[in-house]
């Protein structure tokens, strides 16, 4: 029904979609799937003829049933798309807060698809027909949704208003790019059901963009695969993910964290050799323990800081107590707004409204941020970043002063072990992919040598391929640097990998605690069954 | 491991910033030379010269006093750039001190600056300059002084919400968990980065400020003589309109050309990639 | 409704400190008047008279109290420098009274054409596809921009009274001998102040535009099959123009706190003038006064600008 053909894109004269050849039946629902750069959107945006007017066809065509809609050396024709979107091709995007109109109400925003298309409905028809698409998609609540604005909605119930609306004319094409992506996991796996719902039900052909493979497995009938512009492979979902042929689609697949054995870890020896050598030292009593942590709560002012702010102040974490042991990762999971980040910050005093105790046998520890993009100073070159933990260390421990050249030494050093070359010493971040970003960022928590540091959620920002790489990174870091980690993320998988411990946060409490294995095989508390299921 | 050292990279140019370039440059040029020599001198007065149209001995013509307008405009040029530029390095620096300090650290002295600066916001720089004027007295340092204290809320204003706005970036959180001491965090680790936005604010400021200069020597209290000004100029020149309309004409485009110059050179830095 | 509440403490508390400000500015810090008011032939008991009259031998927080009493009574002081007739001093609201018509009139007109004109014309060029066009708009603002207010007087002066005949320079009407006089007359002063806010508010709405017409929903629109025009005034519109009403109530606060140098080059009568008479001449109980009006008018106007920002963005106003 769809046909995209030998369909290259370009933007300022640089090819972003290379001869991408992609079909969808009718009534199929096929995945594309590809890391960020890999041009799966715009192909998208370019078949729904919503692509930048900078865009230029290069080659090809896009075809609906047999009729062109667009073919390079012709330009877009508006006319004819506008005969299409809405009424035969529709779309949700992954950010439903911008995607809809902030000033408007929700309802009237879906009606205008009605008013657009259809002639025959008075406005109680269309009205009633609205109502009845909102609860189609889950909408319970239907009249109260209709009248209200998108911030006063939930990102899950959004991205069901921006469905109704995709879906309220029927369209024989439903394109969805990324819709899950900015939302919870469980959320995630209601969304995922309610399309496939809808395919059902109303027989539409589906094209769904995403980065995730496991959601692609789950919901596809067919899945294709794209790197750089170019269709790596494509074809059943158990073809692709049974027996993958390409390379990169293998790597893709690997690279996904999955429970499917672990690396063992080799540091279980080192921490009685920790111990031995404890008492050769001789000279502090060196624990066991890199922190502990008793009966901690941590509390939220709302409001900021000014004088007019109430004083009210939201317990966001109750009654934590844990502790950690020098050389072991501990994994935390939980939800959004669970507690995770504000446990962190109390940890490390960013935030001193806490009651209850802290005790940290390392000295400075530290923290490597969850989005690459601003943990590092724009207007710094990464050698200055690199050496300035070292600075700030030697005005608060004199004893640890160096020279400048052994700072700068230091600092190569450390741009090689995060797997750097030399050259990227005088650049700026700005100059940096988001993995080369967090490797730096890495480096900077680590070039002092701090026994503690916590993660938070280092690799959730990162395409697949990357995040595995940075995992590898932190592991082998671990071992030579003998570091122990908080390893936080919302992501199961990942902290199954990386951990020998978990936490599961659940509102602010820790709900369990245990050896990594013990929690996937016999989780204990309901909530931690809940999250195991729904990844 | 030997380091080379970067240049800064010479900007892309664009038509914009040429032109503004150009203008600038001329404007700056004929200023700085009218410090030391003007082609006519714009004391000596000549009752047989008064009122001569534009012509090649006199490109802008002579005024009342049978002076050289072009070489007036030298003087008065020089003296608006001058002026402006003082207020704008006086209350700049203010602005980035206060707004700094108050942006970064809160508490119950940004609370007070704050409403200081929304108080004095709205108001017309000429009318608050007044006042402080009609406090002090005229004459150009005094014009400094108060225009400089006008336009420090403004700065305070955008470097204080640029603070605020980074204070809890991801990097100065990091530059906290370090142990980097605060005044460095301040200076070393977040000024670099609002330099983009401050120094539009400088320019639109400097702009202002010979805006204002002018206005207030216009209505007669700006500079005093012997002080040049364009503003002052106009005002003489406005009385002789019918007969003379070349004597307003003068100043006026001279104003005209520098602001624009200025205004078109900073569109063109903006820009650059 | 605690928002509203919280606002109007901050008004009046900021319009306290001035009022302290421009007390103790205008009444403390002058020192002794009385020489200033009676000339140096007066003679001590006369002075002294004066002194009681005026209320000046009583301590400064006492006199603020007074004074603040005073003036919410409608009792605005008395010059020290216009006469009413022989025996009295012209009263400050008689004063003012008879000048602020003018002001708010010049005032009126320069709005209305910059409503008129700027937003049109900002649409129009946030439309333009043509880059020509962008970049002429473009240098014609920024020049538009670049002149100050008075030379725009002279050149209208000029332009339209020498050259065109349209008005006679200097020949001011008074409202009260022939108001359509009046305002024609004000047309002319009204352009001058109005034609660089024009510029500024249309690149200010242009640039809003632009930047809404980069955001998500408006590909949502499209997806939808809406038609440029549509996306134009159906969404992009409505969004855009927030913010250019919070830039033209700052406008409009200073048009009103009284356009003062375009006062002067057109020789009109009003509060601007005032203003700056009576700073030359040192008479203090006018400049205060007319301060006071004038940041009163200034945060009066912010406030409504703010109070009706919160109404029209439902993303404030329905939490």
Redesign the interface.
Known sequence: MIKIENLSVAFDGTEVVKNVNLEIADGEILGVVGESGSGKSVTALTL?G?VSQEAVLTSGRVLYDDVVLAQAGIPRD?AL???????RM??V?Q?PM????????VGRQVE??LR??TTALTPEQRKARVLETFLSVGLKDAERVYDS?P??LSGGMRQRV?IA?AIILHPGLVVADEPTTALDVSVQNQIIELLRQINKEQRNAMLFITHDLNLARRLCHRVAVMKDGRVVESGTVEEIFESPKEAYTKRLIEAVPSRAGKATKVRQENISIQGGKAQALGEQAVSENILEVKDLNVFYREG?????SGKKKKLVVSEASFTMKRGETLGLVGESGCGKTSLSKAI?G?NRDIEGSVTHYSS????I?Q?PY???????TI?WLLQ??L???E??DKSRKMTDKDR??AA?DMLHRVGLE?KY??RRPSQLSGGQRQRISIG??LI?RPGFVIADEPVSALDVTIQAQIMELMRSLQEEMKLSFLFISHDINVVYQMSDRIMVMREGRIVELGDTEEIFTNPKEAYTRQLLQES | ?M??V?LPNIQKWNKYFTAGLIMTSVALFLAILGLFWTPYSTTAMSAAERFQAPSLMHPFGTDNFGRDIFSRVMKGMGTTIFISTLVVVCSGGAGILIGALTGYF???I??VVMRITDAVNGFPSILLALVVISLMGSGRQNLIISLAIVFTPSFVRIVRSEFIRLRD?????????????RVRILFV?IL??I?STFWVSVMIGFNNAILAESGMSYLGIGVLPPDASLGKMLSDAQGYLMTAPWYALAPGLAIVWLVLGFSLLSEGMRRNP | MKYLF?KLITLIMTLFLVSVAAFVAFQIIPGDVVTSILGTEATPEREEQLREELGLNDPPVKRYFNWVGDVIRGDLGVSYRYSKNMNEMMPVAELIGDKLPVTLWLAAIAVILIVVTAIPLGVFWAKSKSHALDACMGVLTQAAMAVPSFFLGIIVTYLFGIVFKLFSPGGYVSYRDNFPGFLGYLFFPALSVAIPKIAMTARFLRNSMLTEMK???V??????????RRVMYG?VL??AM?PVITFLGMIIAEIVAGSIVVEQVFGLPGIGRLLISSISTRDFPVVEILILYITFVVIFVYFLVDILYRVI???IS??
């Open positions: 729904m919503l508006k798309y506008r005969t299409y979107q809405g009424s529709s779309m995007f950010e911008t995607s809809l109109n902030p000033t408007g109400r205008e698809m657009l298309h604005y911030h006063q921006m609306m900021g800081n000014s004088l007019f490390l960013i400075y520890p530290q923290m941020f989005d601003s943990s590092l100073n724009p207007s710094k050698g300035e933990p600075r700030a260390l005005h608060l700068e030494a190569f030399d010493f005088d900077q928590a002092t | 491991m380091r080379k970067k809160g508490g119950i940004d609370e970036a991801d990097y100065i959180m990091r530059a906290r968990l370090m142990g980097v001491g680790h670099p980065n330099f | 919280k955001a998500d929903y590909r949502t629109a499209y997806s939808k099959g809406c038609s440029d969404h409505r969004n927030m963005d439902p993303r329905n939490r």
